[in-house]
């Protein structure tokens, strides 16, 4: 029976944070240890380029987005960990089903959508304004991520759904034409994944410019805690936990005999003040060894690059072939054929 196959992209437009932690980063990190489960990790330097035209911040983020995930425990000799743009690969199997996917299809993506309606509300005579094809055939190129590795399994988040769904259209488009080569994958969500609210009690997200960065220094990281935003209720109140910023992200770093603990410390009336410390002293505590570790890399990028590379081979040890069957199943001639 073969393996399960999961993949996972992680953008690099900006520096991971705690939200990026819960969410994503720390079940990744747990299925990478899963023997029985081939694991693809990869940064999505291509992705990034869609929305962030700055060379420096696209460097620097993949850097630090490569050493939070190492320096968080990701299994770099089980899973494979690889730069997308170290694939060649990818960007030619973009261009392959580039060919096989039809426009309409493309019309109806989420954020390109949004843009057009962005676009209408403002009077904008250009429906289009401000829209690259980057952005509107994104799909495409996740497309590529994913059928590239013959991935079975992508966890995403409700917000994605429609790009696997697009993913398995383009992939059964190809096999109707060439073949059954690609696998049409299945989206995995995991309804029980913790979404954090950040500094001003919107989700936590680089676009609010809201988050809490995952290795601030101690005394950054306190102070950041302390400005969550909260109500004026007195200190002796009873609180809401399900309403609360800070209890969110306390039972995202707490265990299960803590996080009851402070729901009844919630229903006593606890002060704000208090909470934000003890909060900050949970999360400085999951997160005080990888920091230093992280720190190290940071330090040393030339190991992380030599991490990279490494599973660039490893990668390239499938998209090669594979590449090479789908060119000859379209009437491409394969590399060295």
């Excluded at 590795?149 to 398995?168: C, S, Y």
Aim: aromatic share 8%; hydrophobic share 40%; with cysteine.
């Amino acid at each position: 029976m073969s393996k399960t196959t999961i993949l996972t992209g992680i953008t690099t437009t900006g520096t991971p944070h705690l939200g990026n932690y819960v969410g994503a980063i720390r079940p990744a990190i747990e299925a990478s240890r899963d023997r029985q489960v081939r694991s693809f990790y990869f940064l999505a330097d291509y992705h990034s380029l869609i929305k962030c035209h700055d060379p420096e911040r696209v460097n620097q983020s993949s850097l630090e987005v490569a050493a939070a995930w190492i320096a968080l425990g990701l299994d770099t000799d089980n899973a494979i960990f690889y730069r997308q743009s170290d694939i060649p690969e990818i960007p030619e199997l973009t261009w392959i089903l580039t060919c096989m996917t039809a426009k309409g299809l493309m019309n109806r993506a989420h954020a390109y959508k949004a843009v057009v309606a962005e676009n209408e509300t403002a009077g904008t005579r250009d429906p289009d304004k401000g829209v690259t094809m980057g952005l509107f055939s994104y799909p495409i190129l996740m497309a590529a991520d994913i059928l590239m590795f013959k991935a079975t399994k992508v966890p995403v988040g409700r917000d994605q759904i429609q790009h696997l769904e697009m993913a398995r259209d383009i992939a059964l488009r190809f096999n109707h034409h060439f073949g059954e080569l690609l696998v049409p994958p299945e989206a995995v969500v995991d309804d029980n994944t913790a979404v954090l609210t950040g500094l001003d009690g919107r989700k936590m997200s680089k676009s609010y410019n809201n988050t809490i960065p995952l290795f601030l220094p101690e005394k950054k990281l306190r102070k950041l805690i302390m400005k969550i935003k909260t109500d004026t209720s007195p200190p002796e109140a009873p609180k809401d936990t399900d309403t609360s910023s800070l209890f969110g992200i306390y039972r995202a770093f707490a265990d299960d005999n803590a996080t009851a603990a402070m729901r009844r410390r919630y229903a006593e009336g606890i002060s704000w003040g208090e909470m934000k410390q003890i909060l900050f002293e949970t999360v400085n505590a999951v997160l005080e060894a990888p920091r230093r570790q992280y720190e190290k890399l940071i330090a040393d990028p030339a190991y992380i690059e030599s991490v990279l590379q490494k599973g660039a081979r490893r990668a390239r040890e499938h998209s090669v072939p594979f590449l090479s069957d789908i060119r000859k199943a379209a009437g491409i001639r394969p590399i060295g054929g």
